[in-house]
């Protein structure tokens, strides 16, 4: 074998320690997926999972699978870490397509079989009673027949919009014309049957008395298709970034088929369809017998049993700040903390922010916006805070993948509130999160920071695993302060010493405390790392945690999602070990640990949080922050609580083997149960509790 760079071997181009991200995240999907059949779930749960999986893999089709098939049209060639041709590759991809959708259906057949059971019935339109037909009957006629508009397609007529995941009904009329029915998109996609707890899906109401809507023609085949339009953007610098991204969102509705499958069109019918949408691959013609597994949300949300569900869980609000009254500057004033979401409230956000609005000692606030969503606390405070008089800031992504549209409704409200807003450019995202308050305090400036691992969005917080860190420290506030002026100016600021950021110095910052740990173990002093991210992709980083695994560095990798890296390859990776935790709660804190020559965990091990995975993309096309964790009790907090209890979890971990899969973490009879979820949800956090839980004793892990 042949050298690769300064530390592996090669040969015909292949990487015995890595796998294609692309085979990796369908291998994540696949961990989801397998939360759907865990039967320690409750049964709407492992729906809500299915539904999840459901909406993982349209965004691969959307996203990866498009880009993989413009790829191979311009012939280029694909990184896939392997010696397969492009066409091996998508065939592969293809194939495991395939087997996740098979899954899937035998997943959603077993569910139904499940909701039997506990007496909620999803059925089909044969299985019903007459009296459950004439209630739907009646009902198509009243609630679904007028929202309804067959179009009969004409030659050298324009083919009518199909939206993307939309589903349409292709009926065809006396075996010679073609007409479609539109579902519309604001129709439930199941229905409940009057007040029964029985369920049918609109698509088959529809095609059982579509009938009706072409009076005196013979329907003489009649069945359902799904969509999946290429929706990745394009970016240019030579226009405005934002009339451009009106643009490109508008071709985004037009983009090239990436998946048309279908249930009970015949081959006439599929061959019309495929020559008017112009689908130039056969093999994303494919045939199913479920279609759009996200819709199954709705089903959870129309039975709603409690006894369905998890447990209801009320996040705590930290004791430390209710303590000064809510006043939160005072309670981070006198000590820094980490407030853990979702186990801690995000209401301590919203409250920071809102409380900064309506102070008459506030001057400033500076927030950066990746994913703002729909119904956003956090723009809303800021728009009342300029309202009143503030200096307000927000720096907005619009490229933010699928919230563009979102970002820049909210964008043009703070603006008409007298917000200043500002944009990252074409090239680089801003991915960063962070929050700064200026206050007038005795004749002095102060500034509060916030700096999160996660997006400001209300939503996701109840269900994102992540870490938001307040401080007052100066040094760490003015450094804070340089990169967000280096966020909207792109100009590289001067004496950020403590802080590290991409694209600029992250990377080698990383590169470099992992080669202390090689020269910490090559003087035969304790070496170890722990890293827990989203994503590990980028193939610099892997070379360097393996070259550490050469040199005897221990190295536990927890990564939820993509993990390019195999671990056990002898005389590679051998003293790496990568877990990925999926469960409840979705794993997405991004926390950076090294031993610094004593044992893990310990007071003098480094620990830093992060908005940034280890993918190239972050580490070089993306603005992100890598802060220190100094504070004794939040060091604590996130290495020796937070991370080893993540570590030790043996409920919802997978271990990732030597030959690039995962397997179930299996308990021997010695070993007792650990979740870390319950763990955390069980347990206040360190450095936000209060006085009055001192004596109150935390599990121990």
Not at 511 to 520: G, S
Not at 597 to 621: E, H, Q, T, W, Y
Request: a positive charge.
């Amino acid at each position: 074998m042949k050298i690769f760079g300064s530390i592996f071997k090669k040969k015909k181009n292949t990487f015995d320690y890595l796998i294609n991200r692309d085979l990796s995240w369908l291998k994540f999907n696949a961990r989801v997926l397998e939360e759907a059949n865990n039967k320690s779930n409750p049964i709407l749960e492992r729906i809500k999972f299915l539904s999840i999986s459901g909406n993982n893999l349209d965004e691969f089709l959307m996203v990866r699978l498009a880009g993989l098939n413009r790829m191979m049209a311009e012939n280029l060639p694909i990184n896939s870490f392997s010696n397969l041709s492009n066409d091996e590759f998508l065939t592969k991809i293809m194939r495991d397509l395939k087997n996740i959708h098979e899954t899937q259906l035998e997943t959603w057949s077993d569910l139904v079989k499940q909701l039997e059971k506990k007496r909620y019935f999803v059925c089909k339109f044969k299985e019903l009673k007459k009296k459950d037909r004439q209630w739907l009957k009646d009902f198509f006629q009243n609630e679904v027949q007028p929202l309804l508009t067959p179009i009969t397609i004409f030659k050298n007529h324009p083919f009518p919009y199909i939206a993307n995941s939309a589903m349409a009904i292709s009926a065809e009329l006396d075996k010679k014309k073609l007409s479609l029915i539109q579902i519309p998109s604001n129709i439930s996609r199941f229905i409940k049957i009057g007040n029964l707890n029985k369920f049918i899906a609109i698509e088959d109401v529809i095609m059982q008395y579509a009938q009706s809507l072409f009076p005196g023609i013979k329907i003489t085949n009649i069945g359902i298709f799904r969509i999946i339009r290429d929706s990745e953007l394009e970016y240019s610098d030579e226009d405005d970034l934002l009339s451009h991204l009106q643009k490109s969102l508008k071709k985004r509705k037009l983009g090239e088929i990436i998946s048309f499958s279908y249930i009970g069109l015949n081959k006439n019918i599929i061959s019309t369809m495929s020559e008017l949408l112009n689908i130039k691959n056969n093999s994303f013609i494919v045939k199913k017998y479920f279609l759009g597994f996200v819709d199954l949300k709705q089903l959870t949300d129309l039975i709603n049993d409690k006894n369905l569900l998890y447990g209801s869980y009320f996040p705590r609000f930290p004791e430390r700040i209710e303590e000064f009254e809510g006043d939160c500057f005072a309670a981070i004033k006198k000590k820094e903390l980490v407030i853990h979401h979702p186990y801690e409230t995000f209401e301590v956000v919203i409250r920071f922010l809102k409380q900064a609005a309506s102070d008459p000692k506030v001057l400033l606030i500076k927030q950066t916006f990746y994913r703002i969503g729909n119904q956003s606390e956090v723009a809303n405070a800021l728009i009342e805070a300029a309202e009143n008089g503030k200096n307000v800031i927000a720096l907005i992504e619009l490229k933010a993948r699928f919230d563009e549209a979102e970002n820049m409704e909210w964008a043009h409200k703070m603006q008409a509130a007298g917000v200043k807003v500002f944009y990252s450019n074409a090239r680089t995202k801003i991915h960063g999160k962070l929050a700064q308050v200026v206050r007038r305090e005795q004749g002095k400036l102060v500034t509060y920071s916030h700096v999160g691992t996660g997006n400001y969005h209300s939503i996701t917080s109840k269900i994102y695993s992540d870490l938001s860190y307040f401080t007052a420290n100066k040094k760490l506030s003015q450094e804070l302060g340089k990169i967000f002026n280096y966020m909207t100016s792109l100009i590289k600021p001067e004496n950020v010493k403590n802080i590290t950021y991409a694209p600029i110095n992250l990377r080698t910052n990383l590169v470099n405390l992992i080669e202390k740990e090689i020269e910490y173990a090559k003087n035969k002093m304790p070496a170890e790392i722990w890293m827990k991210v989203n994503s590990l992709v980028d193939k610099k980083i892997i070379d360097h945690l393996c070259k550490a695994s050469k040199n005897n560095v221990k190295i536990n990798l927890i990564v939820r999602g993509i993990c390019c890296l195999i671990p056990g390859k002898k005389n590679i990776s051998e003293n790496i070990r990568v877990k990925s935790i999926v469960g409840r709660f979705l794993e997405h804190s991004r926390i950076y640990c090294f031993g610094n020559g004593k044992k893990m965990p310990s007071r003098n091990n480094k620990v830093f949080i992060s908005s940034a995975d280890l993918m190239p993309r972050n580490l070089d096309r993306r603005i992100e922050i890598l802060l220190p964790i100094e504070n004794k009790t939040v060091h604590q907090q996130i290495l020796d609580q937070i991370m080893v209890a993540n570590l030790k979890d043996n409920e919802q971990s997978w271990n990732l083997n030597n030959d690039g899969n995962y397997e179930k973490v299996k308990k021997n009879g010695k070993d007792k149960s650990f979740s870390a979820h319950q763990y955390f949800m069980n347990n206040p956090s360190l450095s936000g509790r209060g006085k009055s839980l001192e004596k109150l004793p935390v599990k121990k892990i």
